[in-house]
């Protein structure tokens, strides 16, 4: 029974020719997404191992590529240096009782216990 729903062909009870058939492009199709997929990652892998900016930084192409990464990565370093001051201004000091907790709890304690 289905109950009213509509069974694909492959997951019916009781498969036939399509059922199977169906069945065999779908694990087909998994192959070659997990093959792809591990296809792209040996390329990417590659090409983070063969950077020109890793192997020879003075070369043409090493120069060029630290300076379009730097192009790129400037505006994203600048606006997380950004929202990082922005959270401090908007925070809040520590009360006395957390400051004293913290000296407490430091290993850098300033004034070392006197040994008698």
Do not use: H
């Amino acid at each position: 029974r289905n109950e009213g729903r509509v069974v694909r062909p492959k997951d019916a009870r009781y498969k036939g020719p399509l059922g199977e058939a169906e069945q065999f492009i779908y694990e087909l199709f998994d192959q070659l997404r997990a093959e792809e997929n591990e296809r792209l990652q040996n390329i990417q892998q590659l090409m983070q191992d063969k950077r020109p900016m890793e192997t020879d930084r003075k070369s043409a192409l090493g120069v060029a590529e630290a300076i379009v990464v730097g192009i790129i990565r400037a505006p994203q370093l600048f606006m997380s240096v950004l929202q990082r001051v922005g959270e401090l201004l908007n925070s809040q000091p520590l009360p006395e009782e957390d400051k004293e907790r913290l000296r407490d709890a430091s290993p850098l304690k300033k004034d070392p216990p006197s040994q008698k």
